[in-house]
């Protein structure tokens, strides 16, 4: 069974700076979607970035990026230039895209809370 | 994207009585919906994968006959807690893939904005 594992319970930084929020994951796939999700105050579930596993090249989205290093199976999330509205848990999440097996489930980490301060 | 809905967004309920929660996909149809629940500060935990016109699949360690799930069409699926007690009091949210006729990727999960039960 796949695990994710974020080991930072809490952060915190100040408004501008650039903050990297943690994430490994142990599977025995192959193929595979990494995911960092989003959850501000109201809960409403909110997709960051998504990587697949097959490409090398790192995903970025405007101010996030992440770090795919899949030997290591680590998908660290870096948020730069970061902004009040970023305050919120971030949970990463991994995803087996085999149809066949069924559906699709997203299996979380336990999260990070991440408190942007003015 | 694809939108899914969750109703009510909150209800309080007596120990003892049924809640049921709706799920929709108000724009892509959705054979399969996933249904989490998250308690405070903590993480969402698959409780089961609804299948439209067959049985849900629960996880382990969630009781059935206690979680009810009918997927009753392709935009509906509801999640019935049947006799409620406080220790079901949470945050309930389901999600649904994208790419079922909806235009977008199947490696997409999107999420309604959650139901909040509390059981008095």
């Known amino acids: 069974a796949q695990t994710v594992t974020q080991s930072q319970p809490e952060m915190s930084v100040q408004e501008a700076e650039t903050v990297t929020l943690s994430c490994t994951y142990d599977?025995?796939?192959?193929?595979?979607?990494l995911f960092w999700y989003k959850q501000p105050p109201s809960r409403q579930m909110i997709l960051v970035i998504r990587q697949e596993a097959y490409k090398q090249q790192n995903a970025t989205e405007n101010r996030f990026s992440v770090n795919f290093q899949k030997a290591a199976k680590s998908f660290s999330l870096k948020i730069s230039d970061s902004q009040l509205g970023d305050t919120a848990m971030y949970f990463c999440?991994?995803?087996?895209?085999?149809?066949?097996?069924?559906?699709?489930?997203?299996?979380f980490g336990q999260g990070t809370r991440l408190t942007i301060n003015p | 994207g694809a939108v899914v809905s969750q109703h009510p967004s909150w209800v309080i309920c007596k120990s003892g009585t049924s809640v049921k929660i709706e799920c929709r996909s108000l724009?892509?149809?959705?054979?399969?919906m996933f249904w989490y629940r998250q308690f405070p500060k903590q993480s969402l935990m698959l409780m089961a994968t609804?299948?439209?016109?067959?049985?849900?699949?629960?996880e382990q360690g969630v009781e059935k006959d206690k979680f009810l799930i009918n997927h009753a069409s392709l935009t509906l699926s509801t999640l019935t807690v049947t006799s409620a007690h406080p220790e079901d009091s949470s945050f309930y949210i389901c999600?649904?893939?994208?790419?079922?006729?909806?235009?977008?990727?199947?490696?997409?999960?999107?999420f309604g904005p959650g139901t909040r039960l509390t059981v008095l």
């Open positions: 724009d892509f149809q959705a054979t399969t």
């Open positions: 999440a991994f995803m087996n895209p085999d149809i066949i097996q069924g559906a699709q489930k997203l299996v």
């Open positions: 999600s649904a893939p994208g790419g079922q006729g909806g235009g977008s990727s199947y490696n997409e999960q999107f």
């Open positions: 599977t025995s796939e192959n193929n595979y979607y």
């Open positions: 609804s299948n439209e016109g067959s049985k849900a699949t629960y």
